[in-house]
């Protein structure tokens, strides 16, 4: 995930400003961390910490990013990478309700990704919010 990206939104009816995206990652020990750059501007640090094998194959960190604007964090988020797919989940209680969220990463090698970004009321039924496409930048 470390490089430069070329973000296209899936069509909405209205034109897309382009998103230049960057990742700047380094791994320390069992630890890695990705300073994110958008459009130019530091938004971010997203730290990873790994919590060890999933049953089902792959593997499984917890992740939060430290924002450069509020300097403050949100809370913990779960990454899964099982192969090809990477799976950020989240979730957050909304006047007492839980809400689920979640980004579904799908390479297509090491230079494309397609994501979805979804929502859930119940954690097992999804709504795509958003999609699109990333490439690595030449």
Known sequence: ????????MASSGKAADAVHLENRCAKVGEFFACDQIVNGKNTALVVFLPVGPLEKGGYA??????????????GWGDLEIVGDRWVYSSEETDNGKKIYHRIVNVFSGSDKIHFEVQR???????????????????
């Open 61 to 74: 960190y917890r992740n939060q990013g430290l924002s450069v604007e509020g300097g403050g964090s949100g």
């Open 1 to 8: 995930y470390d490089g430069k990206w070329d973000v296209v």
């Open 120 to 138: 859930s009321d119940d954690g097992a039924k999804w709504a795509t919010t958003m999609s699109g496409d990333e490439a690595r930048a030449k």
